[in-house]
């Protein structure tokens, strides 16, 4: 499956030390050229994505800006343009939507009947579907990734899943 | 738009079009193509225009808030410069207007300052006591002119401005603005924002020189007559150069500031205030005065993205980029750090 993730996700993933993780997956990951390039991201995402090249995908339609300012509109300015970017691109060429932000992006998704999952959902592929992480390291993950995760739903969301894979490594599933 | 704003840019970064083509990898054609708004250039092309301007994909494609500029701007200021130093400030006061619309109706207090009528410069002083009792000051020096303003619905900018303009004033939408420069003191950091507030608030009558009005006016409104009086007495032969650090300290305006508030209300004649310009003018505190006082900070635009980002009215690389600064350094410094914004 394809995948475009949202710029928050990738840096949930980048904190969390699961983006070496992603190159064992059966999923393509893509990125748009503007969240690639833009100073928003880390350095050392940035190093990663030139390095293991993810592959970055650009735009030339003659009306895709005002198509993205549509849809930043949509969420009333909530998000950044290389998220709009990333709704555009998923929109567009078909890709699934993985995003951190999922109370804005996702009903965002919904209404441009893109298909768009949250961070869990990736993680839970990486560990139950593919097997390319533990149980620790996804813990672990999830203690990094709180430290920039606000209040809401994914917070929450993040907090039982910690609480739910710490029962299920005592009884050593 | 887009169009327009590379253009502009191209100019503030003193590029032609095809210096431009040659940083973008683009040909010439095409960036006049880009400029004349006949083609708009794919994604990947714009990322390297912004690279090349050093600007952001935000000021790119931002709707421009209309915005009314006011310049205190000296004579040599060329029309290059004004046209660049516009720009710049566009960009700055975009990010606050913009982030502003998305709070809540009624978050912020609006500009509410009543026009004063001035007919000779006599009135100015009643004209600061006005404004001053509306702000619901006493007759105490301003210890936060800054705060004051912004408590009022004023937004101040502190900018690295060309040498050759010191203020600017404007309102952009329903917010209204002072620009400061980065580069001259605290003290006349200080004195500029009330002659901006001057030039804000007052109606001067035809005829009457209006910096000349604001001038009086920013020390009307910085030095209280009545405590000012207080302080020194009514009548004065000379002030000693201990008096005048102490003065500058207790009003945070330049002792020129002080000396001049006391030649304006009569406290030294002129013989005093001559004497002491050619002191002035021989100890060099033209260039640089005794005493350096700490600059005020402005710090509207952190605290206004750190509530939008708690309260989830933008996301956290909207926040970053709004403060100019990348993810990693917001994660590091606001929900890592000392100062982080999460318990």
Not at chain 2, 69 to 84: D, P, W
Not at chain 2, 174 to 187: G, L, Q
């Amino acid at each position: 499956m394809n995948l475009i993730l949202d710029t928050s996700c990738w840096i949930s993933l980048f904190r969390g030390g699961l983006l070496r993780k992603l190159l064992n997956s059966k999923h393509k990951f893509l990125i748009t050229d503007w969240m690639a390039e833009a100073e928003i991201i880390t350095q050392g995402l940035r190093s990663f994505i030139d390095l293991n090249g993810i592959e970055k995908i650009s735009t030339e339609s003659k009306d895709y800006i005002n198509e993205v300012k549509r849809i930043r509109k949509k969420t009333k300015e909530k998000a950044s343009l290389q998220d709009c970017h990333g709704v555009y691109c998923a929109k567009v060429y078909s890709y699934l939507l993985v995003s951190n932000d999922f109370d804005i992006l996702g009903e965002l998704a919904e209404e441009e009947g893109i298909e768009c999952r949250d961070l869990l959902w990736l993680l839970d592929q990486m560990l139950d579907d593919e097997n390319i992480i533990t149980t620790k390291e996804y813990i672990d993950a999830i203690d990094n990734i709180l430290i920039d995760t606000r209040f809401g739903q994914l917070r929450k969301l993040l907090i039982q899943k910690k609480t739910d894979l710490g029962n299920r490594k005592k009884k050593g599933d | 738009m887009l169009g327009k704003k590379i253009h502009i840019l191209r100019n503030y970064r003193a590029l032609s079009q095809e210096a431009l083509a040659e940083k973008v990898g683009v040909s010439k054609m095409a960036i006049s193509r880009y400029e004349n708004e006949l083609d708009i250039p794919s994604s990947g092309v714009l990322v390297r225009i912004i690279r090349a301007l050093e600007t952001s994909l935000d000021y790119l494609l931002s709707e421009e808030p209309q915005i009314s500029l006011e310049f205190r701007k000296r004579n040599s200021c060329t029309q290059k410069t004004v046209a660049h130093l516009e720009s710049h400030i566009r960009f700055e006061i975009n990010k606050i207007v913009t982030l502003r619309k998305l709070f809540p109706d009624g978050r912020f207090k609006e500009y509410s300052l009543k026009v004063i009528r001035i007919q000779s410069l006599e009135e100015v002083e009643e004209a600061a006591n006005k404004l001053r009792k509306y702000l619901g000051m006493g007759e105490e020096p301003v210890s936060n002119l800054v705060e004051l303003l912004e408590d009022n619905g004023i937004v101040v900018l502190f900018l690295d401005l060309p040498k050759k303009c010191d203020g600017i004033f404007g309102k952009a939408d329903d917010t209204a603005f002072i620009v400061i420069s980065n580069s001259i003191p605290a003290d006349r950091q200080r004195f500029t924002i009330a002659h901006e507030l001057g030039h804000m608030v007052l109606e001067i009558k035809e005829g009457l020189k209006v910096e000349d009005v604001c001038n009086h006016f920013a020390g009307a409104f910085l030095i209280n007559r009545d405590h000012f009086l207080k302080e020194i007495g009514i009548h004065r032969g000379s002030f000693s150069l201990i008096e005048l650090k102490w003065l500058k300290r207790i009003y945070s305006v330049s002792m020129a500031s002080i000396v001049e508030r006391a030649k304006n209300l009569g406290i030294i004649d002129n013989t005093t205030y001559v004497e002491w310009q050619k002191i002035r003018s021989a100890q060099g505190w033209r260039v640089k005065e005794p005493v350096e006082l700490p600059k005020e900070v402005s710090t509207i635009l952190e605290r206004n993205v750190l509530e939008a980002f708690i309260e989830r009215y933008v996301t956290t690389s909207q926040a970053a980029t709004l403060l100019d600064i990348s993810v990693d350094t917001f994660i590091n410094k606001y929900l890592v750090g000392e100062e982080k914004v999460i318990a």
